[in-house]
């Protein structure tokens, strides 16, 4: 009989596999984006709270999975492995808009402080790395609303890279490195119908490369 913690990682491993936390696996459902949160699988006075199966239906419509597929992620261990189990890495996560808000990183764009949650990837093996939840539409095609970008502060840039860049003014954006100098950086922007941007290096916080992101 499945208990309420398979149904509950079920739903962790779907988002996980389609590159999506909890709430953007809502998202991608057309749902609440707080209907798979942790703070949701319980009431206050701690009674097992289960989803529903018209959530489920929505969220395996959206990613184009089976319902045998679903009961398959529910097994305890990690399903398809055949016994050797990539790495797993717990991932700092937080939403795009508040990459912009002060505690989240330190003056090299590696993440501090408080408030971040947590997904679990493989293969992502810098131990600094973080991701950021795609919020908005300024970033489609390449990136959606609800997409998780992986981020390497530690990795190097190249001309041609996607990264995250974060002014001092607290501003955060994702585009494609153009080119940069000693003195300047140019990006150009993922969608044509945001403007491309350009940057004395005096006013950049930090620049950091995508390494992973979910299509």
Known sequence: MLKHTDIWRAIDRLAQRHGLSASGLAKRGGLDPTTFNKSKRTTPDGKLRWPSTESIAKVLEATGSSFS???????????????TAPAIHRVPVIGYAQAGNEGFFDDAGFPVGSGWDELEFPHVSDPNAYALEVSGDSMEPVYRDGDIIIVSPAASLRRGDRVVLRTKAGEVMAKQLSRQTANKVDLVSLNKAHPDRSFNLSDVAWMARIIWASQ
């Open 69 to 83: 597929e679903f009961v398959s992620l529910t097994a305890d261990g990690i399903p398809g492995s055949g016994g």
